[in-house]
């Protein structure tokens, strides 16, 4: 396991995110798709978000992110969407026929966190410190 660093800050944040196209259609292809995937890209790029793995398909997008932890989920979640959704609206305007109001993406998104440590472990590790002084000397 890889930590990544930031000032003052060690981590490792993990989360597997999934989202669909508008109404589920199956619109992600040939030279959408690898436009789409760019504009991904750029966007994780410049917020300083890893992409571990995507994989596009016809009608969702699958993202294993690492994230610093001073960025909320749902910030990163918001600026990928929303400009990769403006930007190919822009670029595909057929898409107008089918996508009206401006939404290229369904609303909300599935999200869940992933770590070398299970809630077991840490629930342990805590209640080995509970019993332990201030000083770390056990109880």
Known sequence: MA??????T???????????T??????LRREMRVRLREIIRQTCEEMGVTIVKG??????VHMFLSIPPHLALSTVMQRIKGRSSR???MEYPELRKRYWGRRFWAR???STTSGN??????????ELHSK????????
């Not at 930590?3 to 003052?8: K, L, M, S």
């Open 108 to 110: 909300g998104y599935f």
């Open 132 to 139: 332990r002084e201030p000083t770390g000397i056990s109880r």
């Open 22 to 27: 508008k109404y589920r259609f199956k619109v």
């Open 55 to 60: 994989v596009l398909s016809t009608d969702h």
């Open 117 to 126: 440590v299970t809630d077991d472990i840490i629930l342990q590790y805590l």
């Open 87 to 89: 930007r190919i609206q």
């Open 3 to 8: 930590y990544r660093t930031g000032g003052h």
């Open 10 to 20: 060690k981590f490792y944040h993990r989360f597997h995110v999934i989202w669909v």
